[in-house]
């Protein structure tokens, strides 16, 4: 079984600069995440989809993140502008669903610095 | 507002003997706990959970206990393994209409010396 994908694993870009990061889930997973992670700190939910709706966002900042889940499958979350304390890895799950104990499976993640 | 903490930011232990991770949490609305294992450049991958209606769930060598009254978890490796190596996460779910977030510690570096 495939697991989680993500592109691109690195990215350096200027501050102000816009970038995008892509997920493609596990087949079949319902649920979507994407996390943001602070060197020294765990993994902090930016947004939750249900198949393409979002169903958590409250921790996205708002005026500069935005992400999308077409046809409730692959996601894009993109920064813009970006600031430096967006250097983080950035981290997608996904699960079977989220009303259960579905463990969340992640992928590698981005690890986009901001100079 | 840090709902879950690890204290302890490493832990050094030797092969074959028992590792213990800690976690501790102030909501009492989290249903689940999780342990997650990461190795560097690599995603979190899911260790063990329990629900919060237990207080023991074991899985080979890893064990993990809640204390709900005072609202501490813990992860015991027997016997530790020099590939358990690696930063080991205590995550908790939010129930209710919380679509299930998981909200998660610090994270705390395992090292086991052969």
């Keep these: ?25 596990i087949s079949g997973h319902a649920t979507l995440y994407w996390y943001q ?19 958590d966002d409250s921790q996205l900042p708002k005026d500069r993140f935005s992400a999308e889940r ?31 104990p579905y463990e969340q499976y992640f992928g590698p993640g981005t690890r986009l610095t901001v100079t | 507002d840090q709902q ?32 997650y294992k990461k190795y560097p450049a690599e995603g979190p991958t899911f260790l063990i959970s329990i629900s919060s209606i237990k207080d023991k769930n074991e899985d080979g060598r890893f064990t993990v206990f809640l204390n709900k009254s005072a609202k501490h978890l813990s992860l015991h490796i027997v016997p530790s393994q020099p590939g358990d190596s690696a930063v ?27």
């Design chain 1, 70 to 100: 077409l046809k409730g499958v692959d996601s894009t979350l993109k920064i813009q502008p970006a600031k430096l304390e967006d250097s983080a890895v950035y981290l997608c799950a996904s699960s079977l669903g989220w009303g259960g």
């Design chain 1, 1 to 25: 079984e495939a697991g989680v994908a993500q592109s691109p694993r690195y990215k350096i870009i200027e501050k102000r600069q816009s970038v995008a990061f892509w997920c493609n889930p």
């Design chain 2, 88 to 114: 080991y996460f205590c995550a908790a779910r939010t129930g209710g209409t919380s679509y299930g977030k998981l909200t998660f510690g610090q994270g705390t570096i395992l090292t086991v010396h052969p």
């Design chain 2, 4 to 35: 879950v903490k690890q204290n302890s930011p490493s832990l050094s232990v030797q092969e074959g003997r028992i590792s213990i991770l800690n976690c501790d949490y102030t909501n009492s609305m989290f249903d689940y706990f999780l342990w």
């Design chain 1, 37 to 55: 992670q602070i060197l020294g700190q765990g993994p902090k939910l930016l947004i939750q989809f249900q198949n393409n709706g979002v169903v």
